[in-house]
T-cell receptor
Framework: GDSVTQMEGPVTLSEEAFLTINCTYT??????LFWYVQYPGEGLQLLLK?????DKGSNKGFEATYRKETTSFHLEKGSVQVSDSAVYFC???????????????FGRGTQLTVWP | DGGITQSPKYLFRKEGQNVTLSCEQN?????MYWYRQDPGQGLRLIYY???????QKGDIAEGYSVSREKKESFPLTVTSAQKNPTAFYLC????????????FGPGTRLTVL
């Protein structure tokens, strides 16, 4: 079945360091891929998405490229800030067999802590 | 402002009691979803609904029930049959058609004592 595997955390970085959080997926068909971010005690916010192979999603300095050949969607940021401290979730969209209603499959989340 | 509201933010119940979590959206979205979040587990799908009076079980529906009597509302009842109900519950919605981006509410933290 469809699934997402993402890098386990926690990840701890100093401010201005480079960030990579790995995400790989298994899917039938051609899913859209997402990164969501969750700040403490809050719901999830969409960070970026990509809908087809070779698309690059970007937002707030974060980027991820949809790589069909490696089934990956790694999240990167060139220079992290303390305010980026949060939990990051990779997800893919899919339709269960016989259903026209889409759903998301999530990875387990990666906790990022950035120190000043 | 359009969005998704969940109430209350914190909820405490005694073991054996049913409890209903509220989810309301004014985004005019067709589809609504309930997820459960536990530490280190990611989000797991409980129930989802495409239209009024129709809903489908997700991956962990046992011990939960839902209704969809209005487009903007999708309440979740955690029944006494749910063995480990203490968790963070998130509601989400998305527009109809081929749109696949879901938007989330702020969540309700349920603690069963």
């Amino acid at each position: 079945g469809d699934s997402v595997t993402q890098m386990e955390g926690p990840v701890t970085l100093s401010e201005e360091a480079f960030l990579t959080i790995n995400c790989t997926y298994t899917a039938t068909g051609y899913p859209s891929l997402f990164w969501y971010v969750q700040y403490p005690g809050e719901g999830l916010q969409l960070l970026l998405k990509a809908t087809k192979a070779d698309d690059k999603g970007s937002n707030k300095g974060f980027e991820a490229t949809y790589r069909k050949e490696t089934t990956s969607f790694h999240l990167e940021k060139g220079s992290v800030q303390v305010s980026d401290s949060a939990v990051y979730f990779c997800a893919l969209s899919a339709h269960d067999r016989g259903s026209t209603l889409g759903r998301l499959y999530f990875g387990r989340g990666t906790q990022l802590t950035v120190w000043p | 402002d359009g969005g998704i509201t969940q109430s209350p933010k914190y909820l405490f119940r005694k073991e054996g009691q049913n409890v209903t979590l509220s989810c309301e959206q004014n985004l005019n979205h067709d589809a609504m979803y309930w997820y459960r979040q536990d530490p280190g587990q990611g989000l797991r799908l409980i129930y989802y609904s495409q239209i009024v009076n129709d809903f489908q079980k997700g991956d962990i529906a046992e011990g939960y029930s839902v209704s969809r009597e209005k487009k903007e509302s999708f309440p979740l009842t955690v029944t006494s049959a749910q063995k480990n109900p203490t968790a963070f519950y998130l509601c989400a919605s998305k527009a109809g058609g081929f749109t696949d981006t879901q938007y989330f509410g702020p969540g309700t933290r349920l603690t069963v004592l």
